[in-house]
């Protein structure tokens, strides 16, 4: 079946840090792969998203390559913010399934210290 | 970005009453809204597909006469909690889609259930 597998949190770094969240899929066809973020009291939010393998995305700073020969789809900032503190979700989408819904990684904690 | 709203975002309700969970899109129209599960430290476990003018689409295991979904409008989806019990307390989320079936999703904030 399809499913995802993030590292587990919660991540502790300081400012300026460099950040790695590890994200692995496993999907039967060709599935689109997202990393969406969650801020304190607020919804998700999708950060970036690759569509087809070797596609790079990035949004704010954070970058995500869709490797398909080794089913993942890292999530990397080369410097932090104490405003990047949030949860991070990586996401992977298959059409053609159930109206081609999303299915969730468990969330990936960043406390970002001053 | 386009704005999903969820109310209540928290309810406190007695074991034995329904509670409703009203999902909104403020800003476009959305055909297909999706009604998710999340538990402490798990990921976001899909319930529902609601579909404005249709019966919802309810994923395995879910129970369709427990968790009453409508989608009246195409802004306008609620989840009603029917007899609600401890073990259903939980944070539930919706999302919206806009445009068509490779549309972006639009999540709401989430509404925390608290049965006692």
């Known amino acids: 079946g399809n499913s995802v597998t993030q590292m587990e949190g919660p991540v502790t770094l300081s400012e300026e840090a460099f950040l790695t969240i590890n994200c692995t899929y496993t999907?039967?066809?060709?599935?689109?792969l997202f990393w969406y973020v969650q801020y304190p009291g607020e919804g998700l939010q999708l950060l970036l998203k690759?569509?087809?393998?070797?596609d790079k995305g990035s949004n704010k700073g954070f970058e995500a390559t869709y490797r398909k020969e080794t089913t993942s789809f890292h999530l990397e900032k080369g410097s932090v913010q104490v405003s990047d503190s949030a949860v991070y979700f990586c996401?992977?989408?298959?059409?053609?399934?159930?109206?081609?819904?999303?299915?969730f990684g468990k969330g990936t904690k960043l406390s970002v210290k001053p | 970005g386009a704005v999903v709203s969820q109310h209540p975002s928290w309810v406190i309700c007695k074991s034995g009453t329904s509670v409703k969970i009203e999902c909104r899109s403020l800003d476009f129209q959305a055909t297909t809204m999706f009604w998710y599960r999340q538990f402490p430290k798990q990921s976001l476990m899909l319930m529902a597909t609601s579909n404005e003018g249709s019966k919802a689409t309810y994923e395995q295991g879910v129970e369709k006469d427990k968790f009453l979904i409508n989608h009246a409008s195409l802004t306008l989806s609620t989840l009603t909690v029917t007899s609600a019990h401890p073990e259903d307390s939980s944070f539930y989320i919706c999302?919206?889609?806009?445009?068509?079936?490779?549309?972006?999703?639009?999540f709401g904030e989430g509404s925390r259930l608290t049965v006692l």
């Open positions: 996401a992977l989408n298959v059409l053609g399934g159930s109206q081609g819904n999303l299915i």
């Open positions: 999302s919206a889609r806009r445009g068509r079936q490779t549309g972006e999703l639009f």
């Open positions: 999907a039967t066809g060709y599935p689109s």
């Open positions: 690759a569509t087809k393998a070797d």
